[in-house]
């Protein structure tokens, strides 16, 4: 299954009665990545008023979820999710933060503020095309790494994880449609040793 992400980070800028709104769009595939650039953007930008966001996950949008951060309910992050889904994108965190200008929006004014900061960012985002994909860990011996090296470049297949421990260990991405024929050819190395 094809769907629609975005190729790198983007930002863009937006300014309302002196409050100054800073969209940051992320391509995502993991709920740990997400945590891990909420948490960078958070250091980057500690003295900002808000660090709202919202993020969709998966092919089909399984996982997703809008934070206000503070800002009155379904303010900041609805907004913000809104305008990924309007762009039928996914695996895509947009974090939008907020210095306070002083001058009070209003409801109305915020969700305008976080919609417009929102759409710059993505508009500024190159759209990609992406795969389903599904993991498959396996696990192998040293002297066997030449041989599961090759095989994973043959299939053009991807490394997400890899160690070498007192057995290697890869977990390997493997387009959802393929999975059928790739498993097999890797069946052997999923045993547990």
């Known amino acids: 299954m094809q ?15 002196g409050s100054k709104f800073s969209a940051f769009a992320y391509p995502v595939s993991t709920e740990t990545e997400v945590r891990i650039i909420l948490e960078k953007v958070r250091k980057e930008y500690p003295d900002a008023s808000h660090h709202c ?5 998966g092919a089909n949008g399984e996982k997703w979820r809008a934070n206000d951060d503070g800002e009155p309910h379904h303010s900041a992050g609805t907004p913000i999710l809104q305008q990924i889904k309007s ?43 992406k795969t389903e994909t599904l993991t498959l860990s396996i696990t192998y011996n040293y002297d066997e790494t030449t041989q599961i090296m090759k095989l994973i470049h043959q299939h053009k297949l991807t490394i997400v994880q890899q160690s070498f421990d007192l057995f290697c260990h ?9 999975y059928e024929n790739i498993f097999p050819i890797f069946a052997k190395w999923q045993k547990k040793l």
């Open 3 to 17: 769907y629609q992400s975005i190729q790198k980070p983007a930002q863009a800028v937006y300014k309302e009665k």
């Open 53 to 57: 966001y919202a993020y969709i996950l």
């Open 87 to 129: 762009k039928n994108l996914k695996d895509v965190l947009v974090i939008v933060v907020r210095y306070f200008g002083g001058v009070k929006l209003g409801v109305s004014g915020l969700i305008n503020a976080y919609k417009t900061a929102t759409a710059l960012a993505l508009d500024e985002a190159e759209i990609c095309e």
């Open 170 to 178: 890869a977990t390997i991405l493997v387009g959802k449609s393929e």
